[in-house]
């Protein structure tokens, strides 16, 4: 079993800066978020891997930043230029092994509201 525990979402203006945070209770192969919004499909928003290679979504593509810390086993995301759109609950990830059928986790949620 593996706990995944998020945190960082809240209420900012457009334009404003948000940083999630998502520690593991061990060391997993990727990490990151997908979010989803009221009748929207869920969406990969950016993930990370051994290596640090990293995905973003288009729509995120140079507002978001994802990192990782792996002596926590915590990955982050700096989420900058922050839009209306971009108002979701975020899901951290992980994915025990580079192939997803071997073990994928899943953190509670928290929500990002972007609004004026």
């Known amino acids: 079993q593996v706990q995944l525990v998020e945190s960082g979402g809240g209420l900012v203006q457009p334009g404003g800066s948000l940083r999630l945070s998502c520690a593991a209770s061990r060391s997993l192969f990727r990490m990151g978020w997908y979010r989803q919004a009221p009748e929207k499909e869920r969406e990969l928003v950016a993930a990370?891997?051994?290596?640090?290679?990293?995905n973003y979504a288009d729509s995120v593509k140079g507002r978001f930043t994802i990192s990782r810390d792996n002596a926590k086993n915590t990955v982050y995301l700096q989420m900058n230029s922050l839009k209306p759109e971009d108002t979701a609950v975020y899901y951290c990830?992980?994915?025990?092994?580079?192939?997803?059928?071997?073990?994928?986790?899943w953190g509670q949620g928290t929500q990002v509201t972007v609004s004026s």
């Open positions: 990830y992980a994915d025990l092994t580079r192939w997803p059928n071997n073990g994928r986790y």
């Open positions: 990370i891997a051994s290596g640090d290679t990293t």
